[in-house]
């Protein structure tokens, strides 16, 4: 027996709030219609989606958002427009191809949901690398949007054209009118942007595993604004500060209002005695200035740990030169500074290092990586502010893990594809079913981008060294 379903009309004509009229929204509801059916909309007043003749369904006062799909039509009603984007992400990616005695067409299987995330912040890091062309950077932003990731962090690896310090862009970097319309698309799907430069560890702006350094490479008369390695700005020069005000100031810019701005943080490998008794003051100005600028300051957790903090069996990131190192860093952050926890390892719950850090104070985001392996676990640990994704450079053969961690996550997500939860299935297939259904939404989200063989799919080229090398 069939489900009940509603089914569309060569016209798709919906009630809406004035501002779901986004190309972007256009984009993806076309490409889950295979570009068959045109979504026409009626702006409306209110947090709404609805076809006529459908009463707008009642929202809790702790719910995002509510779906209704009954053979007669479909309405959504949603606390506010991120909400709202949200909820109709999740609607289109639940639009099914159905066959009526050969007649080929689109609808849902009827159905009567609220949003059940298990956190409500859900972010995700992407990295734009040299590498990273514009149309990938758009899909990649589609995708975690239609997989209902509340923030998105964009994090420019020598990418981004700043008029204050040109050097710290590589030639092809993009320029500000290039981003631009890519962070308003963001918003436009419900997701708040986060930008981000690394400002003590990683001032390379390139992978340590390169060798190479945006900056030093092509102007080593910038040696004096780093440390001797290259690696970390040198917290001791008065000029470093300023710098960085001033490139916070250019994606202020390009990102408009945000609630957060993360400065990196991470992995400084310096042991100076200087440089460490320097880098106290210098990351409670540095965090200090951000919240004067009205945004909350992001900083990675493991400088903030020092190695043997914890005693149990689980793989803690504790990168600290010491203890006292440590414990005068996390001090020196100003209140309202939020630390990133980066775990990757650990694969019990409570995550030991998110609950020092909850217990010192902090509010506190769990940062596992692609691979899902932390991902349990943080979930598992009380007190969490939020929950970001990184993925760095495994979003190659690894972006088929942005759906499948966002429905561990309580994300709406497609009911038409293979069932992947058989316990008995052998775990390599389940990840081939994974990777197909992660193909067939990227292939939606991408509807409208002009896209060659090497911009299709995840990976430019097939074959296998080329493959295992991404």
């Known amino acids: ?56 369904p009642s929202l809790p006062a702790d719910k995002e958002f509510h779906i209704v799909v009954s053979e007669a039509g479909v309405a959504v009603a949603a606390k506010d427009y991120p909400c709202l984007a949200r909820a109709l992400m999740a609607l289109f990616i639940r639009i099914q191809s159905l066959d009526y005695d050969g007649v080929y067409t689109f609808g849902w299987d009827c159905f009567n949901e609220f949003d059940h995330y298990r956190i409500q912040k859900r972010m995700i890091h992407l990295c734009v690398f040299p590498e990273t062309s514009l149309k990938m950077l758009r899909r990649l932003i589609r995708l975690a949007a239609v997989c209902q990731y509340t923030h ?27 981003i631009k319309p890519l962070i308003e698309e963001m918003r436009a799907l419900g997701a708040e942007p986060i930008p981000m430069i690394n400002s003590l560890g990683h001032a390379t702006q390139s992978r340590v595993l390169s060798g190479k350094h945006v900056v030093l490479d092509r102007y080593p008369e910038y040696q004096y604004l780093f440390m001797p390695d290259g690696w970390a700005f040198d917290v001791t020069r008065k000029e470093v500060p300023e710098l960085l005000k001033n490139l916070r100031a250019e994606l202020y810019e390009v990102f408009g209002a945000t609630e957060y701005f993360h400065i990196g943080g991470d992995e400084d490998y310096q042991s100076d005695k200087s440089y460490i008794e320097g880098s106290f003051g210098y990351l409670n100005r540095l965090c200090g200035e951000v919240i004067a600028e009205g945004r909350k300051p992001i900083i990675w957790g493991d400088m903030l740990l020092y190695p043997g903090q914890f005693t149990s069996d689980e793989v803690y990131y504790c990168l600290a030169k010491d203890q006292p190192a440590a414990e005068r860093r996390l001090a020196a952050l100003p209140e309202g500074t939020v630390i990133a926890d980066w775990e990757y390892e650990v694969k019990k719950a409570p995550v030991e290092t998110a609950v020092y850090f909850e217990k010192m104070g902090r509010e506190v985001i769990g940062a596992p990586t692609l691979d899902g392996v932390a991902v349990e676990p943080f979930l598992g640990t009380p007190g969490l502010h939020a929950l970001m994704l990184t993925t760095w450079h495994g979003l190659g053969k690894g972006l088929p893990k942005l759906p499948e961690i966002a429905e561990n996550m309580g994300a709406i997500m497609p009911t038409q594809f293979a069932d992947k939860d058989d316990e008995n299935m052998m775990s390599g297939y389940r990840a081939s079913l994974w990777r197909t259904e992660a193909a067939a939404i990227f292939r939606r989200v ?5 896209l060659d063989y090497n911009d299709c799919g995840w990976i430019e080229k097939q074959y296998f060294w080329a493959a295992m090398d991404v």
């Open 152 to 178: 998105i962090c964009v994090e420019f690896w020598g990418m981004f054209k700043y008029d204050s310090f040109p050097p710290l862009a590589w030639d092809h970097a993009y320029t500000k009118d290039e």
């Open 1 to 56: 027996m069939k489900n009940k379903q509603f089914r569309f009309q060569k016209t798709f004509r919906a009630f809406a709030n004035q501002a779901v009229d986004h190309e972007a929204i256009r984009a993806i509801f076309s490409g889950f219609t295979l570009k068959q059916v045109e979504l026409e909309l009626v702006p409306v007043d209110g947090f709404v989606f609805y076809t006529e003749g459908m009463e707008i």
């Open 446 to 450: 991408s509807a409208g981008i002009d």
